[in-house]
């Protein structure tokens, strides 16, 4: 069986939390010892299985943060945000 | 063949484009009929194709916002954005 090396170089937050206790998060991920990129997806409490996801670079992540804060603001519907 | 059922419902933003069109994108999806979700993920030029990606309930979306806007400024090496 194949082994995917990745290595979690940072922590960046916690988007939510499941009743199995793994969370949804945003973290910067070497994977295959590639250099590290953004990514989201969902992890095991013990970081040691994961779901899919998606990778984001930094240009990605930037343009996500962009687009959240305003370009799009009346085509989110925030009513409904917490 | 089994056959996914979804339906675009919003067009919020584009992350990104690849040389072949692809384009990396937050949008509103429902699948499989249930109640549209946020979801990022790369997508063909005419939208019949695509990647994996992550779906994000609203709180999960809005702790993304969050996250991107200050809580973790420190942790993110801004000098590496765009």
């Known amino acids: ?3 995917l090396k990745f290595e979690i170089v940072e922590h960046i937050g916690v988007l939510s939390e499941n009743a199995k206790g793994w969370t949804k ?17 969902d992890w095991s409490p013990d ?3 994961m779901a899919k996801g998606v990778t984001l670079t930094d240009e990605e992540l930037e ?3 962009a687009i959240l ?3 799009v603001e009346d085509d989110i519907d925030e009513s409904q945000m917490l």
Do not use: C, F
């Open 25 to 41: 998060e945003l973290n910067k991920v070497s994977w295959g010892e590639h250099a590290p990129k953004y990514d989201i997806r």
């Open 63 to 65: 343009a996500l943060k």
């Open 47 to 49: 970081h040691t299985r």
């Open 1 to 3: 069986m194949a082994e």
């Open 69 to 71: 804060n305003g370009e």
